[in-house]
């Protein structure tokens, strides 16, 4: 590869923009091409950047003109786009979630892992300083054994949203609250805390909007290393409240409001101090989904192309980002045993 890393971005949409934001600001990118099933959408993408532009994901990523892909298109399609850019050898970065269905992400991890590409997704709050200074002392054992977590989304999307495109809430291609704005901060918990072992108990409701997936949840979980923990997220909190984490050791606690840390101590002592104290601008987000800062997007897109050029595994690799989807995929099925999430 050359000192330029050529970029396709596939889908233009909301997020696509956003991440072409992102892309202008990398020095060794040029975005040399973007797809999106809206002609016109992927023309005048294509025309602002001096970029080609295609229709066609599979016609993109046999161009030549590529050495790695941005999917940006709904959840549903993260795999199977991916999958067909690994078969042409592209380098990966997924949006959130990494995809709706487990048994695609493996195949497409094992399609990157027997390749020598680098498969990365965009859970850009894994890049907070402060969240990796906890997780460090998490793990040093400063809290002592881990008892019980929370994880609290407490957010408002409007029935417009929703009717907005014909992909959100549903089953095939986003899935509900849980799946869509809830990911973050269960990826977040899952991080600090680990696996997920067993779901306890799953409500999930469609509540407030007329969609097919739940935009009310309630699981109670049980983690591999034992500690119990609940999550609730809802997109019918109007005003919205909270994106929150507490996690309870026998030495320790920590709660997480939004990427800042209000309480954290250990060993009987504020602990607080041992933190960088500057406040993560996480953006809202829980209102309005645009309003959202890139910074850490962007962090996540350079830690991306230093992985490439490094040959080393990504901040979230594939393999990392299932940690999250796999606790997602066990809260849907404790709920709805029947319900395929996602494309099978
Ligand atoms: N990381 C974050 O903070 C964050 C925030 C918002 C959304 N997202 C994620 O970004 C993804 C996209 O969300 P969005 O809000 O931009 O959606 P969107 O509807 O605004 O954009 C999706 C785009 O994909 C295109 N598209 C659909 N099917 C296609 C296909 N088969 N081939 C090519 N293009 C296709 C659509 O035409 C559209 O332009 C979702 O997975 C969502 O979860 C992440």
Redesign the pocket.
């Known amino acids: 590869m050359s000192e330029e890393l050529r970029m396709g971005v596939?889908?233009?949409?909301?997020?696509?923009?956003?991440h072409l934001q992102v892309w202008e600001s990398v020095a060794t990118v040029r975005v040399a091409a973007v797809?999106?099933?809206?002609e016109q959408?992927?023309n005048e993408t294509a025309a602002r950047l001096d970029a080609i532009a295609f229709?066609?994901?599979k016609a993109m990523a046999e161009s030549g003109l590529l050495d790695a892909v941005d999917v940006?298109?709904?959840?549903g399609?993260?795999a199977e786009?991916g999958i067909v850019c690994a078969q042409n050898n592209l380098h990966l970065l997924l949006?959130?979630?990494i995809d709706l269905n487990i048994k695609k992400v493996d195949a497409l991890i094992e399609e990157c892992e027997d390749r020598g590409l680098t498969l990365a997704c965009?859970?850009?709050q894994r890049t907070f300083p402060v969240g990796q200074q906890v997780k460090a002392y998490i793990e040093a054992g400063h809290l002592g054994r881990l008892l019980s977590c929370s994880a609290s989304i407490k957010w408002w999307r409007s029935q417009n949203y929703y009717s907005?495109?014909a992909?959100?809430g549903t089953w095939e291609m986003?899935g509900g609250v849980l799946a869509?704005q809830g990911?973050?901060t269960l990826d977040m918990l899952c991080w600090l805390v680990g696996g997920v072992d067993e779901v306890e108990y799953a409500h999930l409701e469609t509540a407030n909007h007329d969609i097919q997936a739940e935009d009310n949840a309630l699981a109670v979980l049980r983690f591999e290393n034992g500690a119990r923990g609940v999550v609730e997220a809802t997109s019918c909190a109007y005003p919205d409240l909270c994106t929150r984490i507490e996690i309870v050791g026998t030495n320790g606690s920590v709660a997480f409001d939004g990427g800042n840390v209000i309480t954290f101590g250990f060993g009987g002592e504020d602990r607080r101090g041992l933190l960088q104290s500057e406040v993560v601008d996480v953006g809202g987000?829980r209102s309005n989904?645009?309003a959202?800062s890139l910074q850490a997007?962007t962090a996540i897109a350079e830690d991306f192309v230093q992985s490439i050029r490094e040959r080393r595994e990504p901040l979230v690799s594939g393999r990392k980002a299932r940690v999250s989807l796999d606790a997602l995929t066990k809260i849907y099925r404790k709920a709805f045993p029947n319900i395929v999430l996602g494309r099978e």
């Open positions: 596939i889908g233009c949409g909301a997020m696509g923009q956003a797809c999106d099933g809206n959408r992927a229709t066609s994901p940006c298109t709904p959840s399609l993260h786009q949006e959130k979630p965009m859970l850009q907005s495109s992909w959100r986003d869509n990911i973050h987000g989904p645009m959202i997007h």
